[in-house]
C-alpha cells in the first residue's frame, strides 16, 4: 500500500505522527465507451462554452454559480485557505462507541505509526480500547475538512471519515405514521424466522456475482476470439418478485414451517436458509441464475478452439 497523507494525531499535548492509507479498494471491472460501429474509443474534451475552444486542465480554475453571479475561484485562492495547510488530526472529544450512527459513516483509512518509537500510538489504541470510546477527529483532505471517527480494529487505529449533519436526509414517510397492530404470534413467528436464519457473519462466503459473471464473459469473448451480442447477454431485466404477502401470518409460518422441516430432515444450516429463500422469492432466483447459464455455455466453445 501507499500512503495518501502523512501527519499528526493530536489529543491535549500528546502529538502521534501518522501515516494515511485507503483501507479499501475497488475491485469492479473497468469499462469505458466504444463507438458501436467500429470500436473506436470514446474520449471526452474541455470545451469552454465562450470560445469553443479545448482547454488544457493547466488553464482550468473553479468557480461557484449562484444562478446570477460567477465568481471564480484560482489554484491560488484555494491554497490560502488555512485547511489546506495542516497536516494534523486533532481529537475533538472522546464519545461512547454506541453513538456513532452507522448511517454517517464514510470512507476508511488505516494509520500507521510514523516514528521511531510506537508507544504514543499504541497508548492512544489501548485507551480507547479498555474506555470503549470513539474519537471524533478533524482534519484537512484532498482541499476538504473532514470530520471523522478514530477507532481500533485488531492492533490498527481505524480513521473513518463522517458525513456531516446536514448532508444525512431526514426520513419522513407518511405511511409510518399510521398505527399498524402487530400481534404476539406475528411477533413470535417473525422471532422463529429471524431465529432459523441465524448465522455468525462471514465476510468471505458472499461474493460479488455479478463481477464474477462480467470477467467469465470477458475471458470467453478473448478466447473465442469472436463478438458476443452484449445486448442479448446484458439486456435482459431481472423478474420482479411476487407481489405484496397480503397473509402475512400465513406467509411466517410457512417460512418457519419449511426451515424446520430442513432442519428435522438432517440438512445443514446452509441448505434450509437457501430452501427457505428459495420460498420466499422464487423468481428473483430464477433471475439470478440465467447469467451463470449463459456464461456455462460460452467456456466449452472457448476451450473447444484452444485445443
Not at 502529538?15 to 471526452?44: F, M, W
Not at 508507544?119 to 483532505?141: C, G, M, N, P, W
Not at 444450516?269 to 456464461?295: L, N, R
Request: charged share 35%.
Amino acid at each position: 500500500m501507499r500512503a495518501i497523507w502523512k501527519g499528526a494525531l493530536t489529543f491535549g499535548l500528546v502529538n502521534v505522527p501518522v501515516k494515511v492509507y485507503s483501507a479499501t479498494e475497488d475491485h469492479d471491472v473497468s469499462l469505458h465507451q466504444v463507438h458501436n460501429k467500429d470500436g473506436g474509443r470514446i474520449r471526452y474534451q474541455r470545451v469552454c462554452e465562450v470560445d469553443g475552444e479545448v482547454v488544457p486542465y493547466s488553464d482550468i480554475d473553479k468557480a461557484y454559480d449562484d444562478g446570477e453571479r460567477t465568481v471564480v475561484l484560482t489554484k491560488d485562492d484555494l491554497a490560502s485557505l488555512p485547511a489546506e495547510k495542516s497536516r494534523e488530526i486533532d481529537v475533538v472529544e472522546f464519545v461512547p462507541s454506541e453513538q456513532i450512527d452507522l448511517l454517517t459513516l464514510d470512507r476508511a483509512y488505516y494509520l500507521e505509526p510514523d516514528s521511531a518509537s510506537p508507544k504514543a500510538y499504541v497508548l492512544l489504541r489501548k485507551t480507547l480500547e479498555q474506555t470503549d470510546r470513539t474519537a471524533i477527529v478533524r482534519f484537512s483532505l484532498r482541499q476538504k475538512t473532514r470530520l471523522a471517527a478514530l477507532r481500533v480494529r485488531g492492533d490498527v487505529l481505524v480513521l473513518q471519515t463522517l458525513l456531516w449533519a446536514d448532508e444525512v436526509r431526514e426520513a419522513a414517510f407518511p405511511a409510518l405514521d399510521e398505527s399498524v397492530r402487530i400481534s404476539a404470534k406475528e411477533l413470535e413467528l417473525s422471532a422463529s424466522l429471524v431465529e432459523s436464519f441465524s448465522s455468525d457473519f462471514d465476510p468471505e462466503e458472499f461474493t460479488d456475482e455479478y463481477q464474477q459473471e462480467l470477467r467469465t464473459l470477458i475471458e470467453a469473448k478473448l478466447e473465442k476470439g469472436d463478438a458476443l451480442d452484449t445486448s442479448e447477454t446484458f439486456g435482459e431485466q431481472e423478474e420482479e418478485a411476487g407481489g405484496e404477502v397480503i397473509d402475512l401470518m400465513a406467509a411466517l409460518r410457512a417460512s418457519v414451517e419449511k426451515s424446520r422441516a430442513a432442519r428435522e430432515g438432517g440438512g445443514s444450516k446452509a441448505s434450509a436458509k437457501k430452501d427457505a429463500a428459495t420460498d420466499e422469492k422464487p423468481a428473483a432466483k430464477a433471475s439470478a441464475k440465467k447469467p451463470a447459464a449463459k456464461s456455462t455455455a460460452k467456456k466449452p466453445a472457448a476451450k473447444k478452439k484452444a485445443s
